[in-house]
């Protein structure tokens, strides 16, 4: 078993399965006002790279980097099956966000994830993320961490 990552289009039966299984649990975790969920639509927009994981052909995870035209960009919709957990997928996910931001000599990129979360802010943070204030159009929220982390 060996789970690569591509540049996708979200527009699939098999992404949206993903996207709706993440909303559902993004919907248990935290009230809608606390949950900063992307839609497909926007998904779908140039300034967006949007990656798939996929284990012998199926997809088991998927996360965007949405560039803010500002020279940063935000990670979004990052989500694996938990039936695929302990592959790695989220790792190679944040490989490649982070290979993609450099690419495109972005200087930072910036996230938001909640409080409930304690397996994504494990990785986030050992991938070099700190904690910042809210950035962008992002308001304070209790249950949001805002997350940064500088490259080059």
């Known amino acids: 078993m060996f789970v690569t990552i591509t540049l996708e ?4 039966p098999e992404i949206i399965r993903l996207l709706d299984m993440s909303d559902a649990y993004a ?3 935290y009230p809608s006002e606390s949950n900063h969920l992307v839609d497909l639509s926007s998904l779908e927009q140039p300034s ?3 990656f798939v994981a996929r284990n012998d052909g199926v997809a088991v995870g998927c996360a965007a980097l949405v560039e803010a035209g500002d020279g940063t960009a935000e990670i979004k919709r ?4 938990p039936e695929a957990r302990g ?3 989220a790792s190679r996910l944040m490989d490649k966000l982070e290979e993609q931001a450099t690419k495109r000599g972005l200087k930072a990129i910036r996230l938001e994830t909640g409080i409930y979360q304690p397996e994504a802010i494990g990785l986030y943070r050992k991938y070099g993320y700190v904690e910042i204030e809210p950035f962008g159009s ?4 209790p ?3 805002f997350m940064e982390k500088r490259l080059g």
């Open 27 to 29: 919907a248990s975790l």
């Open 48 to 50: 967006v790279s949007f």
């Open 87 to 89: 592959l790695k997928a």
């Open 9 to 12: 289009t979200p527009r699939q």
């Open 143 to 145: 249950l949001s961490l």
């Open 138 to 141: 992002y308001q304070p929220d």
């Open 78 to 81: 990052v989500f694996v099956d």
